[in-house]
């Protein structure tokens, strides 16, 4: 449609089964990426050139990723199989990346072009949680996969920050390893919503979940210039919402209620897992350019491998050191006034605090 909503171009596709398309993004060059899945054998190519693609098991949905050109050409298809796929949601970086998120059961082969190479195993009956990501022409770059015991692992959504970082939003029931020393154990006998924050190669920055003993999941995400992010859903019981230290209890009124959570890259937006108590400061504030001194909290003194970062109220690092088997230690603050969070983590645990630069 223009933007009067006078219709320009449609498309469709399918054979008697159902098919359907789930998600759409553009990238910056106008063309459009649509996403969902199949069944059966459809031409998915509108001309009069013939592209015909089908399912590996004419009963199973396979997983369809599309480009079209701004005028409706097809450019190509990108098909997850051999086993059912639910794509849920895209996105598309300013690279013109695009990164897919959803489901699957049993082994799909993520890497169309060397089969061999990447074919992802996960339960049989089971729904396995799935991040891909493919270059502007389809060419497999990198996928994610997230397996657990438990009934229910899926991404519902997927966002990108001016950063080109990426979050999705889902659910998950059982332990969760999403790499980089996260791991993520759910509440209760239901689902828990997870929050999961990467690089664009694919690299955990880090990930938040939050559960009751009911069931709770994301079904949307979306991050603004600010690197605020914002993500909506449904929860049960009581949940708290905060940190460890920051309790924020939200409870239903029966049933499933509706939620929309707003988080920052720093503090509130990284679990504090298991900490003691706060580190001290000073002097606090601290006029720019001058050295402060932080002394550790008493469950981070002597531990080794503490890595420490200064992060700006945008959550870009700004500095960053070692600081293994220390009870206090220096550091230069920003030459530029404002609020920044100072970091540490060991691996195991994670401490952070605001300090003012004057």
Excluded at 249 to 263: H, M, R
Aim: hydrophobic letters at 35%; one cysteine or more.
């Amino acid at each position: 449609l223009d933007n009067s909503g006078k219709m320009l171009w449609y498309r469709t596709l399918g054979d008697e089964r159902n098919d359907g398309f789930t998600s759409v993004a553009f990238d910056n060059q106008g063309n459009l990426n649509v996403i969902g899945d199949f069944a059966g054998k459809i031409d998915v190519d509108p001309s009069a050139q013939v592209k015909y693609i089908e399912s590996n098991i004419p009963s199973d949905r396979d997983g369809l990723i599309m480009q079209y050109d701004s005028l409706g050409n097809y450019n190509w298809s990108y098909v997850l199989s051999p086993s059912t796929v639910d794509c849920k949601s895209v996105a598309v970086n300013s690279s013109n990346d695009l990164y897919v998120v959803g489901n699957f059961k049993d082994s799909v082969r993520f890497d169309i072009l060397n089969p061999n190479n990447l074919s992802i195993t996960g339960t049989n009956v089971d729904d396995d949680m799935f991040m891909l990501s493919l270059s502007q022409q389809g060419q497999f770059k990198w996928a994610k996969h997230i397996k657990t015991a438990g009934l229910y692992d899926v991404l519902y959504a997927v966002a990108i920050d001016k950063n080109d970082n990426v979050y999705a939003t889902g659910e998950f029931s059982g332990s969760a390893n999403f790499s980089n020393g996260f791991s993520k154990t759910s509440n209760g006998i239901g689902s828990d919503l997870v929050i999961w924050k990467l690089d664009k190669s694919g690299n955990t920055k880090w990930v938040n979940s939050y559960g009751s003993i009911q069931r709770e999941l994301g079904s949307s995400i979306t991050v603004d210039q600010n690197d605020y992010v914002y993500t909506t859903g449904v929860f049960g019981d009581s949940v708290n919402f905060g940190t460890s230290i920051n309790k924020e209890f939200v409870t239903s009124n029966g049933g499933l209620d509706c939620f929309v959570l707003k988080l920052n890259q720093y503090p509130t937006s990284v679990e504090e897992i298991g900490v003691v108590g706060y580190f001290s400061i000073y002097p606090n504030p601290v006029k720019s350019g001058n050295e402060f001194i932080v002394e550790m909290p008493d469950n981070l003194e002597n531990r080794m491998n503490i890595i420490w970062e200064i992060v700006s109220a945008e959550g870009k690092v700004l500095d960053s050191g070692a600081a293994a088997n220390m009870n206090s230690i220096k550091i230069k603050a920003p030459s530029t006034a404002g609020v920044y969070f100072i970091v540490f983590n060991d691996g195991q645990e994670l401490v952070n605090q605001r300090i003012v630069v004057e």
